[in-house]
């Protein structure tokens, strides 16, 4: 399942938001690290597994806040 994800970051705080991770997010993460970012949110979109299926991990992996519609909750 392929998905277009986006970091969304602070080049001068390297605070990072990642929006829709969708069901890898390898190549986000890959991203983050090697641009020294610190992911603070994890934004879902919506609750597809193309867009949200590796959330729960990149969560684990990271300690960032996961934040979806409440309606998707």
């Known amino acids: 399942m392929s998905n277009f ?5 602070c080049s001068k705080s390297k605070k990072a938001a990642l929006v829709d991770p969708g069901s890898d997010g ?3 993460l890959r991203f983050i690290e090697d641009n ?4 603070i949110y994890i934004i879902n979109t919506h609750r597809h597994g193309d867009h949200s299926s590796a959330s729960g991990r990149i969560r684990e992996d990271t300690g960032a806040k ?3 519609s409440h309606t998707d909750s």
């Open 5 to 9: 994800s986006y970091v969304i970051y």
């Open 26 to 28: 390898t190549s986000a």
């Open 36 to 39: 020294r970012l610190k992911l």
């Open 66 to 68: 996961i934040i979806t």
